[in-house]
């Protein structure tokens, strides 16, 4: 069994997201995707367009295997905080064999440039 992750605010959720979950499947071949997301409130502190239940329901019906909330204190934390809490709720899952990003460039190079 392999589990991909994906930390998200799916705000509002739209048909990339639904997007992004399938090409997770397809390219991991993942059996699993777990999405770890903000609640009411986003990064920006502002609340979220739409309610995190509306927002689980949307992610789960296409395709999300499991939906975490991220707490508050992550979730409206710099891109740093918002990241460390996400990424620590699953690390201590211990069961996550990928953690899993979108970008619009598509172009991983460019993007660890930018990193480094």
């Given at each position: 069994?392999?589990?991909?992750?994906?930390?998200?605010?799916?705000?509002?959720?739209?048909?990339?997201?639904?997007?992004?979950?399938?090409?997770?499947?397809?390219?991991?071949?993942?059996?699993?995707?777990?999405?770890?997301m903000?609640?009411?409130?986003?990064?920006?502190?502002?609340?979220?367009?739409?309610?995190?239940?509306?927002?689980?329901?949307?992610?789960?019906?296409?395709?999300?295997?499991?939906?975490?909330e991220?707490?508050v204190?992550?979730?409206?934390?710099?891109?740093?905080?918002?990241?460390?809490?996400?990424?620590?709720?699953?690390?201590?899952?211990?069961?996550?064999?990928?953690?899993?990003?979108?970008?619009?460039?598509?172009?991983i190079?460019?993007?660890?440039k930018?990193?480094?």
């Open positions: 069994m392999t589990i991909a992750a994906v930390i998200a605010e799916y705000n509002p959720f739209h048909n990339g997201h639904e997007y992004m979950i399938q090409k997770i499947k397809e390219e991991t071949g993942a059996d699993y995707v777990i999405a770890v903000s609640g009411d409130f986003t990064q920006r502190g502002t609340p979220a367009i739409i309610d995190k239940y509306a927002r689980t329901k949307q992610a789960l019906l296409c395709g999300a295997d499991l939906v975490l991220l707490p204190c992550f979730a409206t934390a710099s891109a740093e905080g918002f990241a460390f809490g996400a990424v620590s709720i699953l690390d201590k899952l211990g069961v996550v064999d990928s953690l899993v990003f979108g970008s619009e460039s598509g172009d190079n460019c993007i660890k930018v990193a480094d």
